[in-house]
């Protein structure tokens, strides 16, 4: 009777928060803030994404979550339980709500308990869990229920999701774990050893965003960008090129491809027919990596784009499956939700 | 509307064919570098979207044709025709997860509404009840009574037991008392048997000893006794004036109350120690003691003393 519904897109990079009737209320970068001597935490979200790598001694910034699953299960509860004050404001704080929370596709039993458990602790009501392709699929308003296969690649700060979709299951899947953050390291890494220079996790993360693209041939951007000197130890400032990104995360792009290759051969042929024509969906930020639909439509033949508000999917798509969940409880779907309710686990 | 849209949608295809046509393309050199379906193709360029999986193709798709050949400005005008048609496919299309049954709304197990509207309305009707039958004095009404029903019920349980005070005025014993009392009263009343100044209550019923502990609780009402004392005559002692009267009550050497009682005016006392009473014109009050009518309380109309026991006894104090 109270209370509302809820979705969470618990990504390793940003975790959005979907309200029903309300639509995505919160979007904050999963990162916490905490003081080392009194174990008291500091900062949630922007502000604590804000320190990361600009801390004193004592305090340290936290990404709870690593690879799309979660990493520090205290630090999770309290940033979720951080986001979920914020969300629910006034009355609606005394009741309990039912929450969705995505979860990787190759997420294993124990790191999917611990979502659940996370979410119940945080006040839900009742938690599932649906996987990343599946809610990525149903926000980017395909129709996952028809005879048709899709095929959707959602590929977000920690992990890649990689999955074909028809009558509403999934039929074959691939969960890599590569993401923004990878191509982060990626770029740190060969800045490291291209230029000596040491940069930090956002700086690289910029960088990206900038003039991040798969393909060198495009045309070239440039991009102011400082760290420090590795050698001489001194802050130094240098010109990097969307050619150098492209170069610097041209393996982790060829693993995502690869990726999508071998689930495309697992696919079944009449599936993998509806694929041809209709193509492959991005969703995800990763998406927004410039060139990638095109290196993906090079290398596999098959027709790629990206979805609108690809960011966005993951978490819409978790609201409007929670919306349905009687119906897909009724419909048997098992192996997409999990139930977790008053302690025991009930699988549909 | 929609045909203001289709327009739109044709008026844009066919700019883009000219676009096309002028890189000199054809259909199959777009589906070449586009991996779309020449028939996809022919579609967004007929501004004819019918044949198109879902509306996420037909976006994907137009933005993918016209990255392909160099027009993107295009994509501005075709994004709010798009919108507008997202809408309304969506009308159409079936909800997330197919037809086949209707989307539920709100929560599913509905009767937890109504146990939460009984639990409401149980919890008000109770506050209701508690506040209603409130005293005046701030003790709860149904408190005293069930004190009351309680003392009733011991004392028709255990008749015999002397250790509480308010037990051994009532029941069995009480009613033995009232008896000696009566014959005690009309004794008094013939004369024949004055009470004795230095054994006030060796002559009525031979009392073990008395009792060490004392409590009295009087309440005066001017015109009426209270319904609650009323319940309790068989161990009470009401006294009614007549005329003007000055009335003490004595527990040893305690004055427990002094005052004038005027014409009309009655005060009852719950004896649970022995007391003595002393009446300044016995003639006009009349006392009432364990039930029963006692009358005046002395022979004189002047002063009189009167002992009153838990126990019912009663006998007048000679000076």
């Not at chain 1, 969300?87 to 995505?102: A, H, K, L, T, Y």
């Not at chain 1, 045309?219 to 010109?239: A, F, H, N, S």
């Not at chain 1, 979805?307 to 798509?317: I, N, R, T």
């Not at chain 2, 109309?301 to 126990?311: A, H, L």
């Amino acid at each position: 009777m109270f209370g509302t519904d809820i979705g969470i897109d618990l990504g390793t990079a940003t975790v959005l928060i979907y309200v029903k009737n309300k639509g995505i209320v919160l979007r904050e970068p999963s990162v916490v803030a905490v003081d080392l001597d009194t174990g008291k935490i500091l900062a949630v979200g922007y502000e604590a994404k804000n320190m990361v790598g600009r801390t004193p001694g004592s305090i340290t910034s936290v990404r709870p979550l690593r690879d799309g699953v979660i990493a520090d299960y205290t630090m999770t509860e309290a940033m979720l339980h951080h986001f979920m004050r914020r969300v629910q404001r006034g009355f609606s704080r005394f009741f309990r709500n039912r929450v969705m929370i995505c979860v990787p596709s190759g997420a294993t039993d124990v790191e999917r308990r611990a979502v659940l458990e996370a979410a119940v602790e945080v006040g839900a009501k009742e938690a599932y869990l649906i996987e990343e392709p599946m809610a990525a699929a149903i926000g980017a308003n395909l129709n996952v229920e028809e005879p048709r296969g899709k095929m959707v690649v959602d590929i977000g700060g920690g992990t890649t999701d990689i999955a074909v979709i028809s009558l509403g299951g999934i039929v074959v899947s691939k969960s890599l774990r590569i993401g923004g953050d990878r191509f982060d390291e990626g770029i740190m890494r060969y800045l490291r050893k291209q230029y000596s220079l040491a940069i930090g996790e956002q700086t690289a993360e910029n960088l990206k965003i900038m003039i991040g693209t798969c393909l060198q041939e495009e045309e070239e951007t440039l991009m102011v960008l400082k760290g420090r000197d590795l050698v001489q130890g001194l802050p130094r400032q240098i010109e990097v090129s969307s050619a150098s990104v492209s170069m610097a995360i041209g393996e982790m792009v060829q693993s995502l491809i690869d990726g999508v290759r071998n689930v495309l051969e697992l696919t079944p042929p009449e599936l993998s027919a509806d694929i041809i024509d209709r193509g492959i969906v991005l969703t995800g930020g990763g998406s927004l990596l410039r060139g990638l639909p095109e290196l993906i439509t090079r290398h596999t033949g098959i027709n790629c784009f990206t979805a609108d508000d690809p960011m966005e999917c993951v978490a819409l798509g978790t609201g409007k499956a929670l919306a349905e969940i009687d119906k897909l409880q009724a419909l048997g779907r098992s192996g997409i939700l999990v139930n977790k309710r008053k302690g025991r686990r009930r699988k549909f | 509307m929609p045909e203001h849209r289709d327009n739109t949608l044709q008026d844009l295809g066919k700019e883009i064919r000219r676009k096309r046509e002028e890189l000199g393309l054809s259909l199959k050199d777009v589906h070449e570098g586009t991996k779309i379906r020449v028939q996809f193709l022919e579609g967004i360029e007929r501004g004819d979207f019918s044949e198109f999986p879902g509306t996420v193709y037909v976006r994907g798709f137009i933005r993918t044709y016209l990255q392909f050949i160099g027009a993107e400005e295009f994509w501005g005008e075709y994004l709010p025709v798009l919108s507008e048609g997202t809408e309304k496919v969506r009308e159409e299309e079936p909800s997330v997860v197919g037809s086949c049954t209707p989307p539920t709304k709100g929560f599913k197990p509905a009767s937890r509404f109504w146990i939460f509207a009984i639990l409401l309305l149980v919890a008000a009707g109770s506050s209701w009840y508690v506040w209603y039958t409130w005293d005046q004095n701030g003790v709860p009404t149904f408190a005293v009574r069930e004190e009351n029903s309680e003392e009733d019920k011991t004392s028709a349980n255990k008749p015999d037991s002397g250790a509480a005070v308010e037990e051994s005025v009532s029941g069995k014993p009480a009613q033995t008392v009232a008896g000696e009392a009566s014959e005690t009263g009309s004794d008094r009343q013939n004369g024949s048997v004055p009470l004795s100044a230095d054994q006030p209550a060796a002559p009525l019923a031979g009392m073990a000893s008395p009792p060490t502990a004392a409590e009295l609780v009087g309440t005066n009402t001017p015109q009426s006794p209270p319904a609650a004392p009323e319940k309790k005559k068989d161990r009470e002692l009401v006294i009614t004036a007549d005329g003007d009267c000055w009335v003490r009550v004595r527990q040893g050497t305690k004055t427990l109350y002094e005052r004038t009682l005027k014409a009309g005016e009655s005060v009852s006392f719950t004896v649970k120690e022995r007391i003595e009473v002393t009446y300044g014109r016995a003639g006009s009050v009349k006392t009432r003691w364990n039930g029963e009518n006692m009358g005046n309380p002395g022979t004189t109309r002047g002063v009189e003393r009167v002992f009153y026991s838990p126990d019912g006894k009663t006998g007048r104090i000679a000076r």
